[in-house]
């Protein structure tokens, strides 16, 4: 894939940012194996799992025991509503019970839905691995204010996604608030900028979706799976009983 898949992305319209993640049929749930009982398994000396992170070989950000017998692993996007529900409601619960057991981990592959998602992955992945969950974190409980700049900017927005593509993401960066936002949470103006005409990340940005997409058969955000079977839910209510039903309980 060239950079124009991942210019096609910065120039989407901007409805699709409001309305692109899919929330899953409840009905169709994916089958997770039964597992007895997990003893929990403690962090080494010193050390707790929900401050233990790290990148994963294929493109995502782990947080927790890298041996945890129970792997979660969610398909995220950044301007996903759904996506930030999940994280209001049931990331608190996830980190604080699940991880911090040692039984479970949490890998988060950031997915790019449209024009909105590469300046923020791009933004999120400026700094240290570990920086990328806890910042993506926060940026999900920020989004609202996200849309409601961008609903006051549309006419910015639309003369942004004109300018070339080393200025693109910078623009829609500067319009959504994303690049003050970053800014306040240690990512430099004069780094967030470096990072945001970064075409050659975002070329390989774009690549690494579309072979998640075709992998992993990503049709909206979230999408969970639990060692590696697709789980077929999209809200913390439905997958924390798969996740208890793989030992973590």
């Known amino acids: 894939m060239k950079l124009a898949r991942a210019l096609l992305l910065a120039a989407l319209p901007l409805t699709l940012g409001l309305s692109a993640c899919d929330k899953k049929d409840a009905a169709a749930t994916g089958d997770v194996a039964s597992s007895e009982p997990i ?65 479970v981990s949490y890998e988060l592959r950031l997915f790019l839905l449209n024009m909105l998602d590469m300046p923020s992955v791009l933004l999120a992945t400026c700094g ?15 989004q609202p204010q996200m849309f409601t700049n961008l609903q006051a900017n549309e006419a910015a927005l639309q003369q942004v996604s004109a300018l070339p593509p080393e200025k693109r993401f910078g623009g829609i960066a500067q319009v959504s608030g994303m690049s003050e936002f970053f800014a306040s949470r240690g990512v ?36 969970f799976f639990i060692n590696g079977n697709k789980t077929g839910v999209a809200d913390w209510a439905s997958l924390e009983p798969m996740i208890q039903k793989a030992g973590a309980r």
């Open 39 to 103: 003893a929990k398994i403690p962090a080494p000396a010193g050390k707790s799992w929900t401050e233990t992170f790290s990148a994963t070989a294929d493109g995502g950000y782990l947080i927790g025991n890298p041996d945890a017998p129970i792997k979660v692993m969610e398909f995220g996007a950044l301007s996903c509503s759904h996506c930030a529900e999940f994280s209001e409601k049931g990331f608190p619960k996830l980190r604080d019970e699940y991880i911090a057991s040692g039984r």
């Open 188 to 223: 430099a103006a004069a780094q967030g900028s470096a990072c945001l005409a970064d075409t050659a990340k975002a070329t390989k940005l774009a690549e690494l979706n579309e072979k998640w997409s075709k992998e992993f058969d990503i049709t909206g955000t979230p999408t």
């Open 128 to 142: 240290t691995p570990e920086a990328v969950i806890p910042l993506s974190e926060q940026f999900w409980g920020w």
